[in-house]
């Protein structure tokens, strides 16, 4: 039984209630984590604060970097151990996992060489007055983490918010916290004051309302769906808290007719996917030039047919669906592509050793999909893909923005004005050309437009987003 992380050790929860944690590949009961409350979180927002008054808060920008850079390499030190609890509490393919623990390391390693390098400006003003702007901790964070990437999302969000000197407060989904709590405890062990990172578990209706309503948390950082968003932000308004909100997509691949489509074929299916389809930067749709339309359907049938779909050990290409309700979800998703007589275009399959009762879906192609079907527009978080035909251009700009959404986009093609003109009119916080990075890149600045969230986390950006500015105005006239 797995219980918080609040100053520095683990500790039970107020409730003494526990949920139980499945292992995707088998369905099987694993683990049990803590049901945090209201008092829980209460608990850790305070520990934080006394973090930020004590230890944590009087380390200067170089001591935080040096922790940080002992946390990275305590994690690349234990990454066979965290890699194999985020395959287990995930379902992901162990080979997945263990990029996902690099990257982690990684997220560390950046931001340790960042923190003493955030300057501030001087502003020039009116004879006799000195005036400069700097960058100061924001204070209590909270970051209400998905399961889908947790040790990278993780990584993501605490270590810029500890680079720039916050202390943290973090709700991992209650699917998968198992990898955050190890990694706490090892942080701790690498140097990490105590109460700078503290951790509870719990429901997002429980615990995760309750650290974004509470008033002394100063801003929220938010992965998820767009409906836990807007409740997250509607109680961060109530006390003032600053939000970043990464929400999903339904990011286009745009493939013009004269891409490299050799070249383009392995990238264009892995960008889907991927983790089974469960990344919010997944390339769900792939908008093709109809004159190349029947020649990319075939390759990519070719390679569709051919995926497999099984447990984290067994090498496949995607693992299950995190839990039996997404499973459920994405299952009835592609009936209702059925119901509505959406061509098939290919189908993978299940590996015949994967374990019974595990969440497995074939990953599947659809096509050519209508732009108002339901397929082209909102996000399946499944294995599913969308092949939409466009004209020229200007079609193949209007179709890519004619989503909610805008996170990120990939634009094949050898014509290098093309590329910029439509990079240029997309609705995307990121633009790929002629390659695709769902997820990657701790050094990109990463985030959405529109029903995607805002603000932006990855690369230097990220720690404007976990500071604010102070203007020192100086007479000395
Ligand atoms: P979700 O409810 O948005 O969960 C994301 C995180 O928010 C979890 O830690 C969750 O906790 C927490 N949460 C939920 N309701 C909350 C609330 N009212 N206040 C504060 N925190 C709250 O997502 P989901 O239900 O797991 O998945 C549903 C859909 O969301 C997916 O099908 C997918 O479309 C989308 N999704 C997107 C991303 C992404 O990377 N953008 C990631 C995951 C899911 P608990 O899980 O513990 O309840
Ligand atoms: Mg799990």
């Known amino acids: 039984m797995k219980e918080h992380f609040i100053n520095g050790k683990f500790c039970p929860s107020n409730s003494h209630q526990f949920i139980d944690v499945l292992d995707p590949s088998t369905g099987q009961v694993i683990e049990q984590i803590s049901r945090g409350d209201a ?39 234990n990454k066979e151990e965290l890699a194999s609890i985020e395959a287990k509490d995930t379902g992901k393919p162990i080979e ?20 003493d390098k955030v300057h501030g400006m001087s502003i020039p ?47 991992p989904a209650e699917d998968a916290c198992l990898t955050s709590l190890r990694f706490l405890e090892l942080a701790t062990e690498a140097g990490l004051p105590q109460g700078a990172a503290n951790i509870v578990t719990g429901y997002g209706h429980e615990a995760g309302a ?17 409906q836990a968003g807007v409740q997250v932000q509607k109680a961060a308004a109530e006390h003032y808290a600053r939000c970043v909100l990464e929400l999903g997509g339904k990011s286009p691949q745009i493939v013009f007719e004269d891409a490299d489509l050799e070249k383009a074929l392995p990238i264009l299916v892995n960008g ?12 769900t749709r792939i908008l093709v030039q109809e004159s190349i339309y029947e020649k990319l359907k075939s390759l990519l049938a070719d390679r569709f047919n051919a995926l497999v ?27 209702e592509c059925y119901d509505s007589k959406l061509p098939k275009i290919a189908e993978g399959s299940i590996n015949p050793h994967a374990p019974e009762g595990g969440f497995y879906v074939a990953p599947v ?25 466009f004209k020229d251009e200007s079609d193949a700009v209007e179709l890519a923005n004619s989503t909610d959404y805008g996170l990120v986009a990939s634009i094949w093609s050898e014509n290098g004005a093309r590329q910029k003109r439509v990079a240029k009119q997309l609705d995307a916080g990121q633009v790929f050309f002629n390659c695709y990075g769902a997820g990657g890149g701790v050094e990109l600045a990463f985030g959405g437009v529109r029903k995607s969230g805002y603000g932006r986390e990855k690369g230097f950006i990220a720690l404007e987003e976990f500071s604010r500015i102070k203007t020192l105005v ?4």
């Open 39 to 77: 008092s829980d979180v209460n608990a850790a927002v305070q520990s934080a604060r006394m973090a930020l008054k004590g230890e944590w808060g009087n380390k200067n920008a170089a001591e935080r970097s040096r922790i940080l850079m002992k946390i990275s390499e305590t994690v690349l030190f």
């Open 96 to 115: 997945l996992a263990r990029k996902d623990i690099e990257t982690l390391a990684r997220y560390f390693e950046y931001y340790a060489g960042a923190a």
């Open 125 to 171: 003003y009116l004879n006799d007055y000195s005036v400069v702007m700097v960058r100061e901790r924001i204070g209590v964070v909270g970051h209400i983490i998905p399961w889908n990437y947790p040790a990278q999302m993780l990584g993501r969000t605490l270590a810029p918010a500890l680079a720039m000197g916050n202390a943290s407060v973090v709700k």
């Open 210 to 226: 309750a650290l974004s309503a509470h008033p002394l948390v100063e801003m929220i950082t938010f992965t998820g769906s767009p």
């Open 272 to 283: 889907l996917v991927q983790n089974a389809g469960q990344t919010c930067s997944a390339g």
């Open 309 to 335: 779909c099984g447990a984290p050990d067994s090498s496949p290409d995607c693992g299950p669906i995190i839990t039996k309700a997404q499973f459920g979800r994405v299952k009835q998703f592609i009936q």
């Open 365 to 389: 192609l659809f096509g050519p999909v209508p732009r108002d079907h339901k397929l082209a527009t909102e996000e399946v978080f499944g294995p599913v893909l969308a092949l939409i035909p």
């Open 474 to 477: 100086d007479y000395h006239g």
